[in-house]
């Protein structure tokens, strides 16, 4: 198991590199979010956290995900720090013997870290700053484990 906060850009196609690699491994699933401009204005996302403690947070819910879902491995990064358009901002891979467990693992944690993780997060724009809001449907898809 793997959990990193950190401010700079990742490659998904490295990270992957040896991850989930044994014999009780039958299926890998990742997912790698983007950084994306829903109004037209934003130009850039800021992300801020508490150091320490949103790595212990996040690896709880890994481990979590890890015994729940019968996991072989798990990675989990988000960034924080001043992102661009078009960067990721976040990475989630799951190992399982089956895929049905890599997937619904995959979504637990992607669910969880949109609504859950201590983040904050701020859109940034010609016309100033504001910040996220949580949203409802996120919090629905969290309902569902």
Known sequence: MRVSVQPDRFDPAAEMAGFGTG?????VVTFTGIVRDDTGR????????????TEAVIADYARAAAERFGLSDVLVIHRHGRLAIGEPIMMV???????????????YLMDWLKS???FWKKEVGADGES???????DEDALGRW
Request: hydrophobic share 50%; net charge negative; charged share 20%.
């Open 131 to 137: 910040w996220v809001a949580a949203k409802d449907s």
């Open 93 to 107: 891979a799951t190992a399982a013997r089956h895929r049905q467990a890599a997937f619904e693992a995959a979504e």
């Open 42 to 53: 934003m130009q850039a996302l800021e992300i801020e956290h508490y150091p320490g403690m």
């Open 23 to 27: 014999p009780a491994t039958g299926a």
């Open 116 to 118: 859950r993780a201590p």
